[in-house]
């Protein structure tokens, strides 16, 4: 029986409220309200009492308390629910801020912490597949008590969460708590503990871990969910995160494909060109819009015969053996050294032009053939004319012993100048030529160079001297200038075997003094006008013209002319023959330093 109104000393009404049980047992609210008649003396003469069924008005005092609770918990409910979404907002937020995951996975397990955990791990695996410890909050609480932490490696529980894709919570959804403490995270005792594993596009990425020790219920479906959504987020920002990466990586890559000397070239497993970098259309001339989407074997001219001569090794590890094959492109033959790695989608193949090393290895053999006939020929003559003089068996007479004396001095001479042309080449390639600048007369060395080749010219051979006169000093090595006007004026003697005349000329343009050797001989072919100063090249390599040659003549020439700021060249005539010239800088020009010397620089 619940009072209404306590009743008054002096005996005001009171008004009581209880319950009375009705004979059909239920219970029912009433209110009694109880007062004292008097007389006009004010003396008690009864007490009177009405009892009123009040079950209505209690059941709507019920009614109200519950509709208060259930506001107050929808309130609260509410704020929980709206500090969870903007526990998931601001997560969200500082995950898609950025690429760069690390940060943003500490300052999401902060927030976890901040709302609802005690403890909050973040685990991911790395490039290598191992799993690492990313990120480790604790809250304050869990400050304050001096709780000891997880590890710093992913215990096994994570690792099997990680592997087998499935979520734990501790203690499990729909058992009930018996208070004791579960082991997680290691040694740490945690009241209830939920494990989130990291996916995207069916791979592991890692796992979210949230415990609590010291504060709140044991984990329900939401918290779950809540995780679970949370978790999504997170390995939404990580595999972003990886996909980005590898872009960049195959943006540098193909970076590097397009910059790479060497040419590069991907086959699919049905053998279609997959890609063709900029490197492969220089060396066969190619273009990538011929190639790429067409089988290699229709594309590539070539290929079908050479593909199963390419090694092709199942790993990129250095080392692997690489086949020199032909190709033919629409500019000729072209040599290749080119090796494969087989992978799971295609092979890809490397290769690199070798086409002038293949020419200058036989052209290196042409020069020791040639040397080597060059050579020998003097060492016979030597030879057989020393043995001669040697015999006793019969006897030469003065004018004949002067004969073979004369016929050893002059192929020795001849020996000298071989081995001398191979040994400048040698200085000249290892950098050790010094040379002298001086001014001297060009007249003097052209009249000297005409008047010791006239000496042993053929009589078929007229030389002749075409200098303009008033020609300004020269600033040079003269020994060097003399060497290499006795090369080219001997050289249109030797290209002149019906004989002919040969012209040297000098004139004088713009601060230079030119150079000039013209012939009436076989001449040059214009394609061979750029060779011909090569190392070991020379125009007629089998000597089908009777001309021989180490093919180290004009290339000295060329070399020492450039060493002394001059240009060389060579010219055909008209009517027949060439013309080759050489310049040089007068002294006055090297002296003042005048543009005209600037302009030779830019022109060689």
């Not at 609770?69 to 969200?92: C, I, K, N, P, W």
């Not at 604790?138 to 979520?167: C, F, L, N, Q, W």
């Not at 070991?536 to 390599?541: L, T």
Request: hydrophobic share 40%; net charge negative; with cysteine.
């Amino acid at each position: 029986m619940l009072p209404r109104r306590a009743e008054a000393a002096d005996g005001t009404p009171v008004s009581i409220d209880y319950r009375l049980l009705a004979r059909d047992g239920r219970a029912v609210w009433v209110r009694e309200d109880r007062a004292t008649v008097r007389d006009r003396k004010g003396e008690p003469l009864y007490v009177q009492t009405f009892l009123r069924d009040i079950g209505e008005l209690k059941r709507g005092d019920d009614r109200r308390e519950q509709l208060q609770a259930a506001e107050r918990d929808a309130v609260s409910d509410s704020a929980e629910r709206q500090a969870r979404l903007d526990l998931l907002r601001r997560a969200g937020n500082d995950l898609a801020a950025t690429v760069e995951v690390d940060t943003a996975l500490t300052r999401v397990a902060e927030f976890v912490v901040e709302e609802f955990a005690d403890w909050c791990v973040i685990d991911i695996v790395d490039e290598a597949g191992e799993l690492r410890r990313r990120a480790v909050a604790r809250a304050e609480m869990a400050k304050a008590y001096g709780a000891r932490g997880p590890h710093d490696d992913p215990e096994a529980e994570i690792r099997a969460a990680v592997e087998s894709g499935g979520t734990w919570v501790l203690p499990e959804l729909g058992e009930a708590s018996s208070g004791e403490r579960v082991h997680v995270l290691g040694d740490l005792e945690a009241r209830s503990a939920i494990c989130v594993p990291l996916w995207a596009r069916r791979q592991p990425l890692g796992a979210l871990t949230i415990a609590r020790t010291e504060r709140g219920p044991v984990y329900g479906a939401d918290e779950v969910a809540l995780a679970e959504d949370l978790a999504a987020r997170i390995a939404l920002a990580l595999d972003r995160a990886r996909l980005y990466r590898e872009v960049e990586e195959r943006s540098d890559a193909a970076w590097v494909l397009e910059h790479v000397a060497d040419g590069v070239l991907l086959l699919d497993r049905d053998g279609v060109v997959r890609l063709w970098n900029p490197a492969a259309e220089a060396i066969t001339f190619i273009e990538a819009d011929e190639v790429v989407g067409s089988a290699a074997t229709e594309a590539i001219p070539g290929w079908k015969a050479a593909a199963d001569t390419v090694p092709v090794s199942t790993t990129p590890a250095p080392g692997h053996d690489e086949v020199l094959i032909p190709l033919e492109t629409s500019r000729g033959e072209r040599w290749i050294a080119i090796s494969g790695v087989r992978f799971f989608g295609g092979t890809v193949y490397a290769f690199r032009d070798l086409t002038d090393v293949r020419q200058l290895e036989e052209i290196k053999a042409d020069f020791i053939a040639t040397a080597s006939h060059e050579l020998r020929t003097p060492l016979a003559a030597v030879y057989g004319a020393a043995q001669t003089l040697l015999r006793h068996d019969f006897a030469l007479d003065e004018t004949g012993r002067e004969r073979f004396v004369s016929l050893i001095a002059d192929e020795s001479e001849r020996l000298g100048r071989i081995v001398n042309e191979i040994l400048l080449a040698n200085q000249l390639d290892a950098g050790r030529l010094d040379l002298d600048a001086e001014p001297f007369d060009a007249h003097d060395v052209v009249d000297r160079v005409v008047e010791a080749t006239r000496m042993h010219a053929p009589p078929t051979v007229i030389l002749e001297v075409e200098a303009d006169n008033g020609i300004s000093p020269v600033s040079a090595d003269v020994d060097k200038v003399r060497q290499v006007l006795v090369n080219l004026v001997e050289n249109a003697i030797k290209y002149s075997p019906d004989g002919g005349r040969v012209g040297v000329g000098i004139e004088e343009r713009d601060g230079f003094v030119r150079f000039l050797v013209r012939d009436e001989g076989l001449g040059v072919a214009p394609e061979e006008e750029k060779r011909i100063f090569e190392k070991f090249y020379r125009s007629d390599p089998q000597m089908t013209r009777g001309v021989g040659g180490t093919g180290l003549g004009l290339y000295i020439c060329k070399e020492l002319i450039d060493r002394m700021a001059g240009r060389i060249w060579v010219e055909s005539n008209d009517d027949k023959g060439s013309t080759f010239a050489f310049e040089l800088p007068t002294a006055e020009v090297l002296a003042h330093g005048d543009p005209a010397a600037r302009r030779l620089q830019s022109r060689k």
